[in-house]
């Protein structure tokens, strides 16, 4: 441990700056609980999610939770501004409390202020000295939905001296897939147990359904670009370009992973198209007045699914490992990802088996198949349809990962 101390200090000016950054920008961040100074708070389990992305993953888990102990106390921590508010609209019931950042004298001051016995950290955020502290103040720690991609492994094989003694403090990892099992056990992890994804047990939520945007938009084409990061706007935007000249109604919703980038995005799309626009400033019905709509909203992205004819998963088209299918495949539509997935490397290869989505190596071969399934709703109606059946057929995660963990 002493080694990664020495690099977390030396990290500490960029910390502060994220800090600073944080302060500025949200005026819901409360800088203090980031080192360490929370207030008192009570609670039978406490969830750690990263940030959006994770908030949104342990619904179906805390739905259920809440269900088989509806009198228990729920508290959930996220690093990001961004996650706090997903907190807010999806937990409404829970405590929040922004994550210490792991220096020790942080932790100790935020575990101090704590009482509770069990923590869950989503999807292996793990952070050494969060979690030795909090073994050592006798909570349970189990990491659940935990993924580990083979890049991941072989950079925390590289530092075995502080990854063997990292791996070993969690009680229990409740793994996505064998092959992740594997690599926890590989790098000391006590305890691993597979139980699948627990995001295959999202429920859809109701107004998603209610709203139903996609038939408010008409019968043009519509596709989007779901969780894109810097290098697949520019691919994707070009595509569209392609597209329109044979179907010039269509539709692309673009919805950049980031917040801080949307202005860009926006900026980015502007120098091709003359008729873009933000979610947050045009209303639905004036969506057919625009060739690009920006989605810079956050916690909607069932919605722009929904929305949709076809849906490209990001970070797929760039060497970033690419985003979770399964909630285009819950809704039952054509599934497209770039060659770059290793972040979901079961999940997707297993979708691509089955035929419930395409992978398009390159943007070449994105522009021939979105030009080619525009004209052809069957065929996206199949994929949809072996989409949506593929995620049905997976899910039961959270009452596995319920059946391991005593929660009283």
Known sequence: MWLYRILIALLTPLILLKVRRFKKDYANYRAKEAFGLWPTVDADL?????????????????????????????????????????????????????????????????????????????????????????????????????????????????????????????????????????RFEALGAKKVMVTGSIKFDLVVPPGVLESNWRRQLGSRFVWVGASTHQGEDEMLLRTHAELMKKYPEALLILVPRHPERFDAVKTLAMQSFDRVALRSQVPLDQWSESDVIIGDSMGELMNYYQASDLAFVGGSLIKRGGHNPIEPALLGKAILVGPYTFNFTDITDQLLQVNGAIRCQDEVQLEKVVVDLAGQSSQRFRLGQTALRFAEKNQGAVTRVLAEIDFR
């Open 46 to 182: 406490w969830i750690h999610c990263a940030s959006v992305g994770e908030v949104l993953a342990v619904r179906p888990l805390v739905s259920q939770w809440q269900e088989k102990y509806p009198s228990h106390r729920l508290l959930i921590t996220t690093m990001t501004p961004t996650g706090a508010e997903q907190v807010a609209k999806t937990f409404p019931f829970a405590q929040h409390r922004y994550l210490p950042m792991d220096w020790r004298f942080s932790v100790k001051r935020a575990l101090n202020a704590l009482s509770c016995k069990h923590l869950l950290v989503v999807e292996t955020e793990l952070w050494p000295n969060l979690l030795q502290q909090a073994k050592r103040r006798g909570l349970r720690v189990d990491v659940v939905n935990a993924r580990l991609s083979e890049r991941s492994f072989l950079r925390y094989q590289k530092f075995s001296t502080i990854s063997r003694s990292l791996f070993a403090l969690p009680d229990c990892f409740l793994a996505h897939a064998q092959a992740d099992a594997v």
